[in-house]
């Protein structure tokens, strides 16, 4: 299994809302990543999450809680969110050690906060 | 940090012609230079990328260079089609790529 998955595809909430995005992988990658894409620009940063501990936050809003239950698992806690956070969140996962650079990137869930 | 520059913003070629993207870096550390591409609506898929003990890397109608002492890296798609009509981003990281530096992305567009 070459992939990495998301849930769900698509998602509306009000800003009252709390709501969960979900990534698995299953290639064994012990690193994990949370980005935003906003239309026409390349993918931000959010968090990183290297052996199940986060490593990197980007000096994300508190609103976005990321959560690594096991080496296969990413969730994204969703609460509280604005307007402008709307965007397409992407997972991606990364092997460790030598010759394992590359990032592989889930389809993304396309959020719409209204 | 590092800072990833890219041009052009968007490319248009006809088919059959080469298309060329470039980019620049201001990290000297950056030992890892990625190209991925996006459909609309898709995942970024990497499709070529390169590490900074080798100069150039080719595969079939793709190819990238890197100039290490300029600090600039190049994708080169030779005989475009429409299929390769997507955004593509170029990236750098000084982690091996723990953490990914992004291009601000450029438009191919191939015309018929």
């Known amino acids: 299994d070459t992939e990495v998955t998301q849930t769900p595809k698509h998602l509306v909430m009000g800003m009252t809302n709390k709501k969960s995005l979900k990534c698995e992988q299953h290639m064994g990658h012990r690193a994990m990543y949370w980005y935003k894409q906003k239309a026409k620009k390349p993918p931000e940063l959010m968090f990183v999450?290297?052996?199940?501990?986060?490593?990197i936050n980007e000096s994300v809003p508190s609103r976005f809680s990321p959560e690594c239950p096991n080496s296969s698992l990413l969730n994204l806690h969703l609460h509280a969110l604005q307007p402008e956070d709307s965007a397409l969140y992407l997972c991606?996962?990364?092997?460790?050690?030598?010759?394992?650079?590359?990032?592989?990137f889930g389809p993304g869930t396309r959020l719409l906060v209204l | 940090g590092e800072n990833v520059e890219q041009h052009p913003s968007t490319l248009s070629v006809q088919e059959g012609d080469s298309a060329v993207i470039k980019c620049t870096y201001s990290?000297?550390?950056?030992?890892?230079f990625p190209w991925y591409k996006q459909e609309l609506g898709k995942r970024p898929q990497l499709i070529i990328d390169i590490r900074s003990n080798v100069g150039e890397k080719k595969d079939q109608r793709i190819a990238v260079t890197l100039n290490k002492t300029a600090k600039h890296f190049s994708l080169h798609i030779t005989e475009t089609q429409p299929e390769d009509s997507a955004v593509y981003f170029c990236?750098?990281?000084?982690?091996?790529?723990?953490?990914?530096?992004f291009g601000t992305g450029t438009q191919l567009k191939v015309e018929l």
């Open positions: 990290d000297s550390a950056s030992n890892y």
């Open positions: 999450y290297s052996y199940e501990k986060l490593s």
């Open positions: 990236a750098a990281s000084t982690g091996g790529g723990n953490k990914l530096t």
């Open positions: 991606a996962s990364r092997g460790s050690g030598q010759g394992q650079e590359t990032q592989y």
